[in-house]
T-cell receptor, first 114, second 116 residues
């Protein structure tokens, strides 16, 4: 079975604080792909990052960084020095090889307060 | 940056009616998808479409639903005999390289369907 768990339903931080959004996944496949999407109040889903199961390198993009740990089946997302514009719902998603289907987590609503 | 366009942004219909949700994927993309998000819940896969046929569908995508690419640019989702529980945000997505290690799905802004 494939599953994505985002245990944090909602997080509130004050601007400039760092925040980490957790994502734990389950899959029996050895090849799979993990994604993070941002859903701002306007509603669209915006691609942030893809990570392949065979590439465990962590990645940093500006204030965003991702920590992929196969040993714990986690793909956590950290925003450094958060800003009000980061307020959104963030979804983690999983796709296994051999399927086109993305499995999304339930999302984490991030509120960054000024 | 090219984008996926969905129309209408909001659709209100009476229970039992048929609706067609429209999408214009990014022009050089070959793989098309519909997902839906019931208010406050997770985003759920409905169907994927490639080479003018369904490549994969979920258990949600039963005979009530159908997809079509009527011309070279549009991709539609038809929902027959709508039910209250069909009320959701419906997202169209497209990709030029599905199933590959460097894929990326582009989503539209969604159509909010309200069934009364």
């Amino acid at each position: 079975a494939q599953k994505v768990t985002q245990a944090q339903t909602e997080i509130s931080v004050v601007e400039k604080e760092d925040v980490t959004l957790d994502c734990v996944y389950e899959t029996r496949d050895t090849t799979y792909y993990l994604f993070w999407y941002k859903q701002p109040p306007s509603g669209e889903l915006v691609f942030l990052i893809r990570r392949n199961s065979f590439d465990e390198q962590n990645e940093i993009s500006g204030r965003y960084s991702w920590n992929f740990q196969k040993s714990t089946s986690s793909f956590n997302f950290t925003i450094t020095a958060s800003q009000v514009v980061d307020s959104a719902v963030y979804f983690c998603a999983l796709r296994s090889s051999g399927t086109y289907k993305y499995i999304f987590g339930t999302g984490t609503r991030l509120k960054v307060l000024a | 940056e090219p984008e996926v366009t969905q129309t209408p942004s909001h659709q209100v219909t009476q229970m039992g009616q048929e609706v067609i949700l429209r999408c214009v994927p990014i022009s050089n993309h070959l793989y098309f998808y519909w997902y839906r998000q019931i208010l406050g819940q997770k985003v759920e896969f409905l169907v994927s479409f490639y080479n003018n046929e369904i490549s994969e569908k979920s258990e949600i995508f039963d005979d009530q639903f159908s997809v079509e690419r009527p011309d070279g640019s549009n991709f539609t989702l038809k929902i027959r005999s709508t039910k209250l529980e069909d009320s959701a945000m419906y997202f169209c997505a497209s990709s030029d390289r599905a199933g590959r290690h460097n894929e990326k799905l582009f989503f539209g802004s969604g159509t909010q369907l309200s069934v009364l």
